[in-house]
Nanobody, 118 residues
Framework: QVQLVESGGGLVQAGGSLRLSCAASGRTFSSYTIGWFRQAPGKEREFVAAIRWSGSVYYTDSVKGRFTISRDNAKNTVYLQMNSLKPEDTAAYYC????????????WGQGTQVTVSS
């Protein structure tokens, strides 16, 4: 398994940008699919974006065109560039890893808070 640490959250005005980072330990990081999830107060955790070992990317509809997920395997890091932020993007953001698509995400970070003011 890999250990994950998120960073980059903060307070930003609507329309602004933030870049989240998910730093991983483990020699086989490049083989993992890394996903970003978020959870707002009183709501269930939801999928935001994911990037496979192949580089294929996936987004939930509400962030398409605004968020970009990328990875730098040399740095064992996955990024989530978030542009045109909206108040409804406010949530705790978590990254998670899984080795196979048939498996659940088994490794999770501690989360980083994103707050978007109107």
């Amino acid at each position: 398994q890999v250990q994950l640490v998120e960073s980059g959250g903060g307070l930003v005005q609507a329309g602004g940008s933030l870049r989240l980072s998910c730093a991983a330990s483990g020699r086989t990081f490049s083989s993992y699919t890394i996903g970003w999830f978020r959870q707002a107060p009183g709501k269930e955790r939801e999928f935001v974006a994911a990037i496979r070992w192949s580089g294929s990317v996936y987004y939930t509809d509400s962030v398409k065109g605004r968020f970009t997920i990328s990875r730098d395997n040399a740095k064992n890091t996955v990024y989530l560039q978030m542009n045109s932020l909206k108040p409804e993007d406010t949530a705790a953001y978590y990254c998670a890893a899984r080795y196979r698509d048939s498996e659940p995400y088994g490794s999770w970070g501690q989360g980083t808070q994103v707050t978007v003011s109107s």
